[in-house]
């Protein structure tokens, strides 16, 4: 079943493609046949790999005759054999005519058949001798589609043919639709004797996987899909490439609803069904997958020999899958189409049936499944109790996703069972609550303000509480300030609330860099906590805030010991949001002012797996995922980092935690040179930052800074620096201290550039603010003073820019940087030392030397802006970036071997390289691997560098030489 509009790109299939190919041909000696039959349901693809491996086929030099078989009973003889030789020899040129005439005289020996004494078998000879003759020599490869529809003499042939009775080189290449392989049908036996061949394979044809899926509908669609669109394609085509590709149609076109094109081809296989199979297939599409085998029986009420033949025969026509644990349909479009088939007292009927069987079942109560049944049937007063029963079991399981979407529904069945006493108000802050750790923060806002408004009166201490921590999820921090502050003045205000507000605004402190704050918030809140009941959830807040206010002002040894006993604390209570509280500012602790980069990706990795165990992967887990991004980024593991993006890009993040992951994305933008992607993540920041504090606005203005910088719009960079330095309640030197590097460094720029106008007031401010923060991180940890002394070296070496830039002050900074494991500004200070070593004509041996080891880091990393500055500033000064001369590197080349070429590629310019070789363009490499165009376009503009090609031929060249090796 092919489409016949748009044309889209073969996926998945690369593998297959070569196997069928290597068993036809490759794998064929001289003078014998193979075969190859491919199975599948329809829509699966069979049609468009026959057409792609033909022509596959006719490259490599041999002849290929393609028909197909009708679905008219028994066809005229050959019918498949007479239209591929005629569909031949109309592709025939003037100067083929003796291949013409073979062709021909095999038609007409066709035309003057008689079907005289000598029989069938002489008609198979003559067959076999035309197509010799037709071959001349050549491997004949003849495909046919559709072979379910076989006629009895092309059977015959087949038999013939490949058993090597005729004296011919023969490869067939054949498609069967395997849902009409049912019962006695001829085809069956004949692939049964077939299959005794040693060169005759069947393959069965498999839907696509998750990755292919949305490979084809961003192919159709024209650009990746939403997450949401996404799932919803996968589950609804089940991976059948047509039924994807007619759903990305209509998601192009913007069209709603199932198309007639699928309906009727899902209605005409249903309705081929036997009878007691087409129950089975309305009854499972109606239950909630997958349906066991005793709740089918229950609900159908047929005897076991017939329920069992009529499920074998739904399995058989590819609508079911069976399994152990159940059926399911195999494409859930089905249970949509069918939805519309049957009238409403039959489908509330089996609802009713699946809730009456479920609930007399011996044992544990489904009771999200007797929840939807309940409903579907009409009974909201019997289905509310199995949906807050659901809900419950869900909290306790940790699944808030689902948790919510049961307390959604418990909420709508409270409405529609007007005569039901419910507490309304009990319901709203169940949802409310779930809506909240699922990450649904908007929602749970609306979902308290309902509740509030059902309570009436004034908001009570632990509403203001409630709402403080949905708006801090929500990135909404100045607002969740002011209520943190409400509710310890609120006169109800009990001494556990007051420690849980206390707690919870320091740990919203931390969050807004404001450390000093955050310390004083959190020994209140331990002080209160020591006269409450039941207060380990505010122990441990407070401990991890406290314990990072110290390590980032005082004593870091004796703040890092208090958190990891924060952590201990938490995992013994085993309350999910105090354990992902405790690791993630564990891990900030660790990749932020400690600089113990390594320990600090590692335990943010373990922290994001474990609080996904907790349920809590959306939020917390995408937050804990960021901090590991920003350590790789620091250490120069950005291909690493691109793979962790991915994951946590998986989860759908919104609010506060969306923000966390976008920034350390862009800064990974930023470093490659994507502008647009870059670009795109900063807007998207600045819209989720409402009323956001400087621990998020100042990295926010830094990057747009950068990124201008690299744009040539320093006016724009010191523009963003002004801003950033407004935000003046942050105790957070480090992050400061990398903004006011930038404002500096974007004077420094214009200066060079001569396309602006230095500011001297904004230099002037900037080395005032750099003073100040000398003095200020003169009194923090050791630690946190070492970043900033390292930021400080930048500042100096880029006000030395303005005036003749020195040397010494670059190298400073080099050894700053180098001490501290950050690759990527050492490089960039040793650019700028050799930049002022070669502006004094001194020393130009190590220039070159120091550009040499810039870009080699540069190049590594795939900084493209950097890399590209190096090339400019070399190129300038004819200082050669390879670190032999022309002969020697020839010498050394001829010495190593092959596998050494790629040996200068990073681990994902590797992957890349890969899928180049494949033949993917930019964008399908993008789609595979979850990241940008553009991105993609860096990493092969840095491996033609590496690999010093000029084309994708040359470069998949080069990969597959050294795949073979």
């Known amino acids: ?28 000696a001289q003078g014998q046949t193979a075969a190859v039959f491919l199975t599948g349901e329809s829509g699966v693809g069979k049609t468009r790999l026959l057409g792609e491996i033909g022509a596959r086929l006719r490259d490599q030099g041999a002849l290929v005759l393609t028909g197909s078989c009708l679905d008219i009973g028994d066809a005229s003889p050959l019918h498949p054999l007479l239209q591929a030789l005629r569909r031949f020899d109309a592709d025939l040129s003037a100067a083929q005519a003796r291949t013409s005439s073979a062709v021909r005289g095999l038609l007409q020996m066709f035309a003057d058949e008689t079907g005289g004494p000598d029989g069938a078998g002489a008609l198979l000879e003559r067959v076999s001798r035309g197509l010799h003759l037709i071959a001349e020599g050549r491997p004949l ?28 080189q023969l490869s067939v290449l054949a498609a069967v639709r395997a849902e009409s392989l049912q019962g006695a049908h001829p085809l069956r036996r004949v692939l049964t004797e077939l299959r005794r061949l040693r060169t005759v394979r069947v393959l069965d044809l498999s839907p696509l996987d998750r990755a292919g899926t949305e490979q084809l509908a961003a192919a159709v669609v024209g650009r990746a899909l939403p997450p949401d669109a ?81 499920a074998r025969a739904a399995v058989a026509h590819r609508l079911l899958v069976g399994a152990d644990d159940g059926y399911r349909l195999r494409h859930r479009l089905v249970a949509e189409v069918l939805a519309h088939e049957l009238l409403p007292a039959e489908r509330s009927g089996l609802h009713r049936r699946y809730a009456e069987a479920l609930t007399a079942a011996p044992g544990e109560l489904h009771q999200a499944r007797l929840a939807h049944h309940w409903r579907l049937a009409g009974e909201p007063a019997r289905a509310l109790p199995a949906a807050v029963a659901a809900a419950q079991e869900a909290e306790r399981l940790h699944g808030y ?47 308290l303000e309902e509740l509030a408004a059902v309570q009436g009166g004034a908001p009570s ?25 409400r509710a310890l003045e609120a006169a109800d205000c009990s001494p556990r609330d007051r420690a849980a507000a206390a707690a919870r605004l320091a740990e919203l402190l931390l969050h807004l860099g404001r450390y000093a704050d955050a310390g004083e918030r959190a020994r209140e809140a331990l002080a209160l906590a020591e006269n409450a009941e039941g207060s380990a959830t505010e122990v441990v807040l407070a401990s991890s805030a406290l314990g990072f206010s110290d390590a980032f002002l005082e004593d870091p040894d004796a703040g890092l010991a208090v ?25 900030e602790l660790l990749t932020g002012p400690l600089n113990i980069l390594e320990e600090g990706v590692v335990v943010a990795r373990r922290g994001a797996e474990r609080v996904a165990e907790l349920g809590l992967g959306r939020t917390w887990g995408t937050r804990l995922l960021a901090i590991a991004i920003n350590g790789l980024f620091r250490v120069g593991q950005w291909a690493e980092a691109e793979k962790v993006v991915a994951v946590a890009l998986r989860q759908r993040p919104s609010g506060a935690d969306a923000v966390e992951l976008l920034l350390a994305r862009c800064r990974l933008s930023v470093g490659y040179g994507d502008i647009e992607a870059a670009g795109r993540d900063l807007d998207a920041v600045a819209t989720l930052l409402a009323g956001g504090g400087a621990r998020h606005v100042i990295p926010l203005l830094t990057l747009r800074s950068g990124l201008a910088m690299w744009e040539g719009r320093h006016d724009v960079a010191r523009l963003a620096v002004q801003r950033g330095l407004t935000e003046s309640r942050s105790d957070d030197v480090m992050i400061l201290s990398a903004l006011v590097w930038h404002g500096l460094r974007a004077e420094a720029e214009a200066h060079a550039s001569r396309t602006v106008d230095v500011d001297p007031t904004a230099v002037r401010r900037l080395r005032d603010v750099a003073e100040r923060m000398a003095r200020t991180s003169a009194g923090a940890a050791r630690p946190v003073r070492s970043v900033v002394e390292g930021f400080l070296a930048l500042c100096a070496a880029e006000v030395s820019r303005l005036d003749g830039s020195d040397p010494e002050l670059w190298a400073t900074s080099v050894a700053e940087w180098d001490r501290r494991n950050h690759p990527y500004p050492a490089a960039y200070s040793r650019l700028r030392q050799a930049e002022a070593l070669l502006a004094r004509r001194s020393r130009v041996a190590t220039a070159g030397k120091l550009l040499r080891e810039a870009y080699r880091v540069a190049q590594g990393l795939g900084a493209v802006p950097l890399t590209s ?93 050294n795949s073979r090796g």
């Not at 169940?430 to 979902?447: F, P, V």
């Not at 201490?461 to 969740?480: N, P, T």
């Open 230 to 310: 996404a799932e919803q394609v996968w589950q609804r085509s089940g991976g059948n490439p047509f039924v994807i590709e007619e759903l990305a149609r209509d998601l192009r076109d913007g069209r709603d609803g199932l198309s007639e094109t699928l309906r009727e081809i899902f209605l005409d296989r249903v309705d081929a069904l036997p009878q007691h199979a087409h129950a089975v297939v309305h009854a499972v599409a109606a239950g909630v997958e997958p349906v066991q085998h005793w709740l089918l029986a229950e609900v159908l009420r047929l005897p076991e020999d017939e329920l069992i033949d009529a």
């Open 141 to 168: 490869v003849l495909i046919l589609d559709d072979l379910q529809w076989v006629d009895r003499s092309t059977r015959q042939l087949l038999l013939y043919l490949l058993a090597g009775l005729g004296d011919l």
């Open 1 to 28: 079943m092919a489409s016949d509009v748009d044309t889209a790109p073969l996926v998945g299939r690369a593998e297959l493609v070569q196997t069928v190919r290597s068993a036809l041909l490759g794998d064929v």
């Open 461 to 485: 201490c632990a509403l203001h509480i409630r709402r403080a921590r949905y708006l801090a999820a929500a990135g909404r921090s100045a607002l969740a300030e002011e209520e943190y502050e």
């Open 401 to 447: 996703a689902e948790a919510h979407r049961h307390w959604t529904a418990a909420l709508h069945l409270a409405g529609d069972s007007g005569s039901l006493e419910v507490d309304r108000i009990e319901l709203l802050g169940n949802a409310a609550e779930a809506a909240h750790h699922c990450g649904e923060h908007a929602r749970a806002l609306a979902l």
């Open 563 to 587: 958190m990891r006993d924060a952590l201990d604390t938490a995992e013994r209570a085993g309350q999910p949001e105090d354990v992902a509280c405790a690791y993630l500012h564990l891990a």
């Open 869 to 961: 500055e190096i090339r400019e500033l070399a190129g300038r000064a004819r200082v050669s970036l390879e670190e032999r001369d022309a002969d020697g590197a020839r010498a050394a080349a001829s010495a190593e071997p092959v596998g050494d070429e790629l040996a200068a590629l990073t681990a994902r310019e590797r992957e890349v390289l890969a899928l180049v070789a494949e033949g993917l363009t930019n964008k399908e490499i993008g789609q595979r691997l979850f990241i940008s165009e553009r991105t993609i376009g860096v990493h092969v503009s840095h491996i033609f560098d590496k690999l010093q090609v000029r084309t994708r031929v040359q470069a998949s060249a080069i990969m597959l030489r």
